[in-house]
Every structure is written in C-alpha cells, then in structure tokens.
T-cell receptor
Framework: GDSVTQMEGPVTLSEEAFLTINCTYT??????LFWYVQYPGEGLQLLLK?????DKGSNKGFEATYRKETTSFHLEKGSVQVSDSAVYFC???????????????FGKGTLLTVNP | NAGVTQTPKFQVLKTGQSMTLQCAQD?????MSWYRQDPGMGLRLIHY???????DQGEVPNGYNVSRSTTEDFPLRLLSAAPSQTSVYFC?????????????FGSGTRLTVV
C-alpha cells in the first residue's frame, strides 16, 4: 500500500536559519502530495500541495517540489521564524490505489522548534 | 466562519463508558473522515464517508462506530472506551471528486480514558 516517510524530529533551528524537512513516498501511479502544519493546540492546516511531477507548491515562504524520479517532496524555507514552530506532516492521496482517493496517508510528523 | 466544528474539545472517560464525538461541516463537502493522532504514529484513518448514508472502515476501526444521516454531520461513537483509545481525534472534510483539494480539518477532540 501507499506510505510516506518523513524526517525524524525534533528539529531545532535558530531564527533565520534554512529549513529542510525530507519526505519520500511509496505509491503506485501519480499521487497528489501535501504538506500540512499543526500549530500547538490546533488542528491541521494545509500548507501547500503539488498534484503532478515537477510541480512546485509554495505558501508563506515554504516550498516543496514533486520529484517523481526520487519519489520525494521535501519541504524547504529559506529563513525560518519563531512563529514557524509547529509539527509538519507530509501526506498523499492517490486515486490510482484502486480508486481509493478519499484517504490521506500521512507521515509521522516532524516537530520544528525555532529559537529567537 | 465556514469550516469543520468538533465538540467537545476535551473529554475524560472511564473505561467501559460510551460517548459520541461530534463533527459538523458547513461547506457542503461530500467526503468526511475521522483520524486519530498518537505520538510517533502520525494520523491514522478510523472511518470515512463519501456521502450521506455511506460509510466505510479505515485502518483502525475497531471500537468505533459512525453514521452519516446528513451531509453536514459525521459523529464518531466509542462503544466501550478503553485506555488504548486515549488519543486526539480529528474530523476532516473535502469535496468529492477532487483529490487535489486538501482536506479541511477540525481543531480536534483530546480524549483521555482512565
């Protein structure tokens, strides 16, 4: 079945540092890929998405590129802020998995802490 | 504001008690799902629904029931609570037919079973 593997955390950075959170996936066909963010005490919010190979999703200074050749969707930000401290989840949906396009398959999440 | 509303936000149950977690959305989304979030496990799908009157099991359905009598509501019932059901529960929804549309999540229900 489909699966998502993301970088183990926690990740601790200083403000204005460069961020990369690695995400790789296993899936048949052409899944859609997502990054969700969960701020402390809140639900998940969609951060960005990419729906086909070589697409780049971007939002709030975060970017991720859908790389089918390496089955990856790494999250990057050039200069993190304290307000970026949160848990980040990589996820996919896959209508090629026997038509089961309802399901989001999540990675385990990466806790990011940004210090002033 | 439009979105997914979950109640209650917090709940403590004794082993063996039953309860219903409520979920309502006002976006006319056909697809609705329940996930549980446990440390180091990510989010796992409990049950889902693709429309009123249609529900099915996800990865971890044991101990939970759902029903979908209206498009708006998708309650999750714990039949006989167990400590293993201590978790944070999230309800999510999205329109049917568009896998490129990300799910909208509720703010969660933190459940403790003692």
């Amino acid at each position: 079945g489909d699966s998502v593997t993301q970088m183990e955390g926690p990740v601790t950075l200083s403000e204005e540092a460069f961020l990369t959170i690695n995400c790789t996936y296993t899936a048949t066909g052409y899944p859609s890929l997502f990054w969700y963010v969960q701020y402390p005490g809140e639900g998940l919010q969609l951060l960005l998405k990419a729906t086909k190979a070589d697409d780049k999703g971007s939002n709030k200074g975060f970017e991720a590129t859908y790389r089918k050749e390496t089955t990856s969707f790494h999250l990057e930000k050039g200069s993190v802020q304290v307000s970026d401290s949160a848990v980040y989840f990589c996820a996919l949906t896959n209508r090629w998995s026997g038509g089961s396009n309802y399901k989001l398959t999540f990675g385990k999440g990466t806790l990011l802490t940004v210090n002033p | 504001n439009a979105g997914v509303t979950q109640t209650p936000k917090f709940q403590v149950l004794k082993t063996g008690q039953s309860m219903t977690l409520q979920c309502a959305q006002d976006m006319n989304h056909e697809y609705m799902s329940w996930y549980r979030q446990d440390p180091g496990m990510g989010l796992r799908l409990i049950h889902y629904s693709v429309g009123a009157g249609i529900t099915d099991q996800g990865e971890v359905p044991n101990g939970y029931n759902v029903s979908r009598s209206t498009t708006e509501d998708f309650p999750l019932r714990l039949l006989s609570a167990a400590p293993s059901q201590t978790s944070v529960y999230f309800c999510a929804s999205r329109p049917r037919g568009d896998t490129n549309y990300g799910y909208t999540f509720g703010s969660g229900t933190r459940l403790t079973v003692v």
